[in-house]
């Protein structure tokens, strides 16, 4: 099959793959940017596969960076472009079901599509568009299939994070798993355990954002990989739960997390000891938090306005997509209408600050200060007071003196 039209991602590299061929070199594009491209989806990036080992790549171009040498993988830099080409390779020391450690360089393009984990994976193609298919990858793609190369088993014991990648890749482009595939999945199900948590935290992510995270949730279980998850732990029934709602679709990690906290009923610190476990970053465990507490109010009574200001208005946009997928009713445009009213959406938004308390004489540089300034902010907020300095100020003495006669 010859790909007309290709996209712009691959005119642009195509003089890559004519400088390494007119060497004398073999050179296709690999990979996910092929699979994507005769799916009609857009692509990020391309790869591309060669024959050249990597000193022999470096001598073709002026420029190039040794970003995974050790892997074959070198970054050839050309018109401001940066493109990673990877000599043609076979894998071998696999220790423990990950990685390899070790690499062997080779020149034949057949021995480095068979190494590849899925027949929809392992198409090449060249800089004419011409696809080489070994594996009726092709037919897979119509067919709608996610199926290993060769042997299921073999693919899984080389590398078990695959095993996530078939449900990924089922979730994000709606394909079914080969019975074949399947059943290897569920005999091997156990060497996720070995796999590093942040590898399979990339992959669960990508599920859960594609068009049927339900079914790879679904999948997760049958095949009980979701056993071998030690981070869901305990959670089945959360889990099982997010199986049984509507056909819904997340739009980032945010809103994955914040519908999995949320449904798997989770305070602040479970949400912060839960995403600690997977490694998360600090700010993907505030977000979550944030959608959660905003999830628990609109269900409860509607939003405050406090929560408005703190949960800020692009994660108010992902506490809407979870709220949809929860399949919980919301006058969205009410809700960000609100938003739009608040009188400030930011602390440098209040007409007083630290300096503006200190230099009226209400207070001393130190602890209070921002304590009270919480206060005021808060006040300011609920439309309680008008967001004016000697409003304020006068707030603030009230505010000193009250707690002063208290303390007396
Ligand atoms: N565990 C893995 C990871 C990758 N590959 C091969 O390396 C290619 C590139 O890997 P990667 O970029 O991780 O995946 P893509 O298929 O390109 O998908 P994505 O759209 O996520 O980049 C895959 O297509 C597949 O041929 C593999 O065989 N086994
Ligand atoms: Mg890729």
């Keep these: 099959m010859k790909i007309q039209n290709l996209p712009n991602e691959f005119e642009m ?27 009609g989806l857009p692509i ?14 470096k001598e073709l171009f002026k420029r190039t960076v040794d970003t995974g040498i050790e892997h074959g993988t070198v970054m050839v830099l050309d018109h401001g472009n940066g493109y990673e080409v990877t000599t043609f390779r076979t894998e071998s020391g696999y220790q423990d079901y990950r ?37 009726n990858g092709l037919t897979d793609l119509k067919r709608r299939l996610i199926r290993a ?31 074949d595939t399947m059943s290897a999945i569920t005999t091997h199900s156990h060497l996720l355990a070995k796999i590093a948590v942040e590898r399979i935290y990339t992959e669960f992510v990508k599920m859960m954002m594609g068009s049927k995270p339900r079914l790879g949730l679904q999948d997760m279980c049958n095949t009980k990989m979701i056993d071998y998850v030690p981070e ?31 449904s798997f ?14 490694k998360a970053a ?64 930011n602390v440098h938004e209040l007409a007083i600050n630290g300096g503006d308390l200190i230099k009226a004489g209400v207070l001393k540089p130190g602890p209070e200060l921002g304590r009270i300034l919480k206060q005021l902010q808060s006040v ?14 006068e707030h603030a003495r009230v505010i000193l003196s009250h707690e002063r006669k208290g303390e007396i």
């Design 380 to 393: 300011v907020i609920n439309g309680e007071l008008n967001n004016d300095q000697p409003t304020l100020l």
């Design 44 to 57: 990020h990036d391309v790869d591309i596969a060669a024959s050249a080992y990597p000193a022999e790549i």
């Design 232 to 262: 869901f732990k305990n959670y089945l029934p959360g889990i099982k739960k997010i199986i049984a709602l509507p056909e819904f679709r997340l739009k980032n990690e945010f809103q994955v997390w914040g519908l999995i906290s949320f």
């Design 149 to 179: 190369v060769g042997d299921a088993n073999v693919r899984f014991n080389e590398d078990a994070l695959r095993m996530m990648r078939a449900v990924r890749f089922a979730s994000k482009l709606d394909f079914s798993i080969d019975p």
């Design 13 to 39: 590299a195509r003089p890559v793959l004519q400088t390494i061929e007119s060497a004398g070199f073999e050179a296709y594009f690999v990979g996910g940017s092929v699979r994507d491209t005769i799916l």
């Design 282 to 345: 600090n700010q993907t465990i505030e977000a979550t938090q944030k959608i959660v507490t905003a999830l628990r109010e609109l269900v409860a009574h509607g939003l405050n306005s406090m929560t408005l200001f703190n949960t800020g208005q692009s994660l108010l946009g992902d506490t809407m997509g979870v709220a949809r997928a929860l399949n919980i009713s919301v006058d969205e445009t009410k809700v960000m209408q609100r938003y739009d009213q608040l009188p400030i959406k």
């Design 99 to 135: 990685r390899p450690d070790q690499v062997t360089f080779i020149r034949s393009l057949d021995e480095d599509l068979k190494r590849r984990d899925f027949t929809i994976n392992a198409l090449a193609m060249r800089e004419d568009g011409e696809v080489i298919d070994l594996f």
């Design 265 to 278: 009923g989770l305070n602040h610190k479970q949400i912060s000891e839960l995403l600690k476990r997977w």
